[in-house]
């Protein structure tokens, strides 16, 4: 059973696909907050469909924050959601945070370290190189307290070391205090089934066609560039080449679906080495009015 006090900060992490932001909206109606994304696709705007966004609907139940609030062709750092995040942390209603970017929630409550931003050129000469190209160049330090099979934090911990001549890790044992410790706040960490969440995967992305996804993507199009954050939204490369003739939206689809699970199976990972703190709760076998205890 987990308690929830109205007042005290919510933050809730899982994989994509797991019912994040239903569990967030669920607690927005019973006891009032405001939902913030912790999520590091969901800021940029232009992919509202692919990064499963909330609808018009969800936002009319509950008041939301920081979604699509990024341009789509604009870098943004965990830097940069920190200090997009801080003034809900000391508004008039209680945040509930959700995502699923570990880094986010790993930076909110146990600090970030203030490394200087990268330079354009540099980060341009960083895309033209491989992954192992990148590895190679990192210490075996580094290398043990990253995801070495996610590029963008690869690529990061390399800039890093070529900006300013120190490793990321060093940088990050120098971390100020966090913005919200993480004794302040109710953490919660959805653990669901593989199997179950596959085939919630599999339902979403045919959903996600259904409601536009294509027309979305055509409409990015003319100003795709693979460089950008935002192009990292999963089915976003994949339409794209289906509308460049490059492959049959059958292959698209499958392609992107498996993206996905590799995507969530990264998330389990993190959430099991760093949420062992957390609340840990399955709502694909759970009643949320059996989970959740309300306090007054």
């Given amino acids: 059973m987990i308690q929830i006090a109205p007042h005290a900060p919510v933050l809730i992490a899982g994989p994509t696909a797991s ?9 927005a109606r019973t006891q009032g907050g405001v939902i913030v994304n912790a999520d590091a696709l969901q800021v940029f705007d232009g992919w509202r469909i692919l990064t499963a966004r909330p609808d018009d609907t969800d936002l009319d139940a509950a008041p ?3 979604y699509g609030h990024v341009a789509f062709d604009q870098p943004y750092s965990t830097g940069h959601w920190l200090r997009d995040v801080t003034p809900f942390l000391t508004g008039h209603q209680r945040p509930i945070i959700v995502g699923g970017t570990g880094l986010n929630f790993h930076a ?3 600090g970030l370290a203030e490394i200087p931003a990268t330079k354009p050129t540099l980060r341009e000469h960083g895309n033209t190189l491989s992954l192992n190209d990148l590895l190679l160049e990192l210490d075996d330090e580094t290398q043990a307290r990253i995801d070495i099979q996610n590029r963008m934090r690869v690529q ?7 900006q300013t001549g120190r490793t990321i890790v060093a940088w990050q044992d120098d971390t100020p205090p966090p913005l919200l410790p993480a004794e302040n706040a109710v953490r919660i960490t959805l653990d669901v089934p593989v ?9 979403r992305f045919d959903l996600m066609i259904e409601q536009g996804a294509i027309n979305e993507a055509q409409a990015m199009l003319p100003t795709w560039d693979a460089t950008h954050q935002s192009a990292k939204a999963i089915g976003a490369p994949e339409l794209i080449s289906h509308l460049k003739g490059e492959t049959s939206l059958a292959d698209a689809r499958k392609a992107a679906i498996i993206a996905s699970r590799q995507y969530a199976k990264r998330q389990r990972t993190w959430f099991r080495s760093k949420h062992k703190t957390w609340e840990h709760l399955d709502i694909s076998s759970t009643r949320l009015s059996t989970a959740l205890t309300f306090l007054p």
């Fill in 195 to 203: 199997d179950w969440l596959n085939a919630r995967i599999e339902k």
């Fill in 64 to 66: 939301h924050a920081l």
């Fill in 156 to 162: 990061r911990a390399w800039e890093v070391l070529k």
């Fill in 108 to 110: 909110l409550t146990q």
């Fill in 19 to 27: 019912g994040k932001s239903a569990l967030a909206l669920h607690i």
